[in-house]
């Protein structure tokens, strides 16, 4: 797809050559190519990329950390973020988001293991969703599959979790699963 204003382009080349040729051959492909490197589009938005194939989130033997490990065997365009969505409900609402660009195998997740009294053992829920800078995000795989799976984890920290307040240009209160945003900005 080319840039609009193709008309305006074909009077500049009529009236002056030299720069309709510059802007046509030069100026309007460099455009083209840088947004296409930034994974961001001069036209709007992109398409989104496809979902991860599957989630595992696996517990370490001892302690109040999980590892959670993408696969994700789709082409995908260079600057693809992976958006990691931690919940202890399955509907992920007022889930904890953190994105890591590029990254399918994350450092370890520290999480508490039981709640502040000490008593009820966190069930934990993953979900990762893919997204490029100009598109919306994917839809979201889930730990477990079609529903989401717990985990539970087997170490000794003990804390009630606050409830995330979204991501990106989702309006803060707990919209979950928007990854970067759906909308250019948020008002």
Same mark, same amino acid.
């Given at each position: ?55 595992? #989130? $696996? ?8 590892? =959670? *490990?993408? &696969?994700? !065997? /789709? ?64 839809? #979201? $795989? ?8 717990? =985990? *539970?984890? &087997?170490? !000794? /920290? ?30």
């Amino acid at each position: 797809m080319s840039l609009p204003g193709q008309d305006l382009l074909a009077q500049i080349e009529n009236d002056h050559p030299k720069l309709g040729m510059y802007l046509r051959n030069y100026l309007i492909p460099a455009i083209e190519q840088s947004a296409g490197n930034a994974a961001v589009s001069p036209h709007g938005k992109i398409a989104a990329p496809a979902p991860p194939e599957s989630v595992t #989130a $696996t517990p370490a033997t001892v302690g109040d950390m999980m590892q =959670v *490990t993408v &696969n994700h !065997t /789709a082409p995908v365009q260079k600057g693809v973020h992976y958006i990691y969505s931690i919940a202890n409900n399955p509907q992920m609402s007022g889930a904890m988001i953190e994105a890591k660009p590029a990254t399918r195998a994350p450092v370890h997740f520290p999480l508490p293991t039981y709640n502040s009294g000490g008593d009820t053992k966190h069930k934990w829920y993953v979900a990762v969703q893919t997204q490029y800078p100009g598109s919306d995000p994917s839809a #979201a $795989t889930y730990h477990g599959g079609a529903a989401p799976a717990s =985990v *539970t984890l &087997n170490g !000794t /920290a003990a804390a009630d979790v606050q409830p995330g307040s979204g991501s990106g240009t989702a309006t803060n209160g707990g919209q979950t699963l928007v990854g970067l945003g759906k909308a250019q900005i948020r008002t």
